[in-house]
């Protein structure tokens, strides 16, 4: 069974914080198999590169690639990644967010139904 989680690259003008895109990774997405290379890699980049949410999105889908056996990640070719609308629901089980400082925030992603059967889909946003 897969363990799927979304990821947002956060950007900061002088309106605020913003979310720019996201990132769906379908296997291994809980803290445990994602979090250190996420960490990795955002504190490396926001040090050489700053908020730069277009190259940081880039740079991150090769990170994928380059550091899948360091990292343990997905080497499938074919599947396992996707770039996915901002407000596209992948039921995902984590959120992580990385912050324009290098850090990362993550998330739980809770869904229960309501007394009428309805799905309801708690997002959290970074803090």
């Not at 897969?2 to 291994?28: M, N």
């Not at 999105?57 to 770039?83: H, I, M, P």
Request: proline share 4%; hydrophobic share 30%; net charge negative.
């Amino acid at each position: 069974m897969a363990t799927r989680a979304t990821i947002y690259i956060l950007s900061e003008d002088k309106t605020g914080i913003h979310q720019q895109v996201k990132v769906y990774k379908h296997w291994s997405g809980n803290p445990e198999a994602t979090l250190e290379w996420l960490e990795d890699f955002n504190k490396s980049f926001s040090y050489d590169r700053g908020d730069d949410p277009e190259y940081k999105f880039a740079q991150l889908l090769r990170s994928s690639a380059f550091d899948c056996v360091k990292y343990r990640l997905d080497e499938s070719r074919r599947t396992g990644w996707g770039v996915v609308p901002i407000d596209a629901d992948c039921n995902e089980e984590w959120e992580y967010y990385l912050k324009v400082d290098g850090s990362v925030t993550h998330m739980p992603v809770e869904r229960h139904y309501d007394k009428n059967g309805k799905l309801c889909i708690t997002y959290h946003s970074p803090d």
